[in-house]
Nanobody, 125 residues
Framework: QLQLVESGGALVQPGGSLKLSCAGT????????INWFHQAPGKEREHVAC????????PFLYKWRGRFAISRDNAKNTVYLQMNRLNTEDTGVYYC??????????????????WGKGTLVIVSS
């Protein structure tokens, strides 16, 4: 089973930036689409972004569009989530998850094959 490890979460002021990383433990990582999810306190986990095995990116929802970007470096078995102009609504735990396929497809939580344990982002002044 592929293991995913998120890192990069921190306390940041509104308007600041963070770059999250999701590292996979074996070479199979590069064959699958990788997703980021966000779970705000007391709310359900929601899909943020997906990047296919070949680097294709799905459009972001409006609340993240133009602020967040996803990328991958298969040589490092790592996917990144660059988050800019953070606001308090971005607070929460960010999880990465592996899809069952190379292309991005269904993005609900039940369609993910493997999950990381998450990294906490707190946006606060």
């Amino acid at each position: 089973q592929l293991q995913l490890v998120e890192s990069g979460g921190a306390l940041v002021q509104p308007g600041g930036s963070l770059k999250l990383s999701c590292a996979g433990t074996d070479s199979a990582f590069e064959d699958y689409a990788i997703n980021w999810f966000h779970q705000a306190p007391g709310k359900e986990r929601e899909h943020v972004a997906c990047i296919s095995s070949s680097g294709g990116v799905e459009p972001f929802l409006y609340k993240w569009r133009g602020r967040f970007a996803i990328s991958r470096d298969n040589a490092k078995n790592t996917v990144y989530l660059q988050m800019n102009r953070l606001n308090t609504e971005d607070t929460g735990v960010y999880y990465c998850a592996r899809s069952f396929t190379g292309p991005c497809g269904y993005n609900d939580i039940n369609s993910m094959r493997d999950w990381g344990k998450g990294t906490l982002v707190i946006v606060s002044s």
